[in-house]
């Protein structure tokens, strides 16, 4: 006769406390205990999270502030599904998952000087252009994303493309990659060249 011993772990975390019964007999070893979280290395697979709450941690497994534009975070929720793979990872990692779910923006032009990373949410577009000339795409792109650019008066050639929820400056970056033109980035927007 067995006799069952009930071994129980405890999960604790920020909103969720969650119990595991492992039940084992008097012959077997007991089950090996998890490994040990890695220093550095956060766990955010749970229910939904408001992003902000997720910022807040992930800032001070890191040791980073974020700065986010007024059209970045607000009434931001991350599922549970987007969280699922978010396991044994660094702080870093996490928020470049959560930010790609999320189609985020994270510029670290201040990271070194200030510790301090900002979160955007780039201006997303769909369009379409069949055969079109390539200053009207870019200039059509500019407008749909309020971004101020400058085309080259060399800049010529024309263009088909198809873009489905695609950032505003990436598509431009397209577009002028695509006909062999490079993009510059200037303190008052972008110019093709």
């Known amino acids: 006769m067995h006799r069952l011993l009930q071994i129980v772990t405890i999960l604790c975390s920020a909103q969720a406390l969650a119990v595991e019964t492992v039940k084992i007999t008097e012959n077997e070893p007991p089950p090996p205990p998890p490994p040990p979280m890695a220093a550095g290395r956060v766990d955010l697979a749970t229910t939904d999270r408001r992003m902000e709450s997720l910022l807040f941690y992930l800032g001070r497994s890191g040791n980073v502030k974020f700065a986010l534009t007024e059209n970045a975070i607000k009434d931001i929720v991350v599922t549970e599904a987007e969280l699922k793979n978010v396991k044994n990872v660094t702080w870093r990692g996490a928020l470049d998952m959560i ?95």
Do not use: H
Not at 105 to 121: A, P, V
Not at 145 to 171: M, R, S, Y
């Open 99 to 193: 930010c790609g779910a999320k189609k985020l923006r994270i510029d670290e032009r201040l990271l070194e000087k200030e510790r301090t990373l900002t979160i955007s949410k780039p201006e997303l577009i769909s369009m379409r252009f069949k055969d079109a000339d390539v200053r009207e795409v870019v200039w059509a792109i500019a407008q749909s994303g309020k971004l101020n650019v400058i085309i080259d008066p060399d800049v010529k050639g024309n263009i088909t493309l198809n873009f489905t929820d695609v950032p505003c400056d990436e598509a431009i970056a397209t577009v002028a990659k695509t006909l062999g033109y490079e993009i510059v980035v200037e303190k008052s927007g972008f110019r093709v060249k």
